[in-house]
Nanobody, 119 residues
Framework: QVQLVESGGGLVQAGGSLRLSCAAS????????MGWYRQAPGNQRRLVAA???????NYDDSVNGRFTISRDTAKNTVYLQMNNLKPEDTAVYYC?????????????WGQGTQVTVSS
């Protein structure tokens, strides 16, 4: 069982920055793809950024160039650095660990952390 604990959310003005952290319960980065998702009220949860076990990253177009996903293997922690924040970035942000096989997928989620960007 993988446990994920997010932190770092809060209230920030437009143009500001925040860094989210996701602490995993063990050394899972060599097995799982780690991702950050967000969900705004009335919207579906969607992927913002991901980093594979090999270290490749990908971003949603809406955050490309502003957000950076990274990981610290020694600390079992994944980060999401968010710069030049916009009001439309307001959402609950969730950390995800994903492993996909031929017949089964595993997904683990954190509890979420609120990010609010004021205009």
């Amino acid at each position: 069982q993988v446990q994920l604990v997010e932190s770092g959310g809060g209230l920030v003005q437009a143009g500001g920055s925040l860094r989210l952290s996701c602490a995993a319960s063990g050394s899972i980065f060599s097995i799982y793809t780690m991702g950050w998702y967000r969900q705004a009220p009335g919207n579906q949860r969607r992927l913002v950024a991901a980093i594979t076990k090999g270290g490749s990253t990908n971003y949603d177009d809406s955050v490309n160039g502003r957000f950076t996903i990274s990981r610290d293997t020694a600390k079992n922690t994944v980060y999401l650095q968010m710069n030049n924040l916009k009001p439309e970035d307001t959402a609950v942000y969730y950390c995800n660990a994903h492993w996909g096989g031929s017949y089964v997928d595993y997904d683990y989620w954190g509890q979420g952390t609120q990010v609010t960007v004021s205009s």
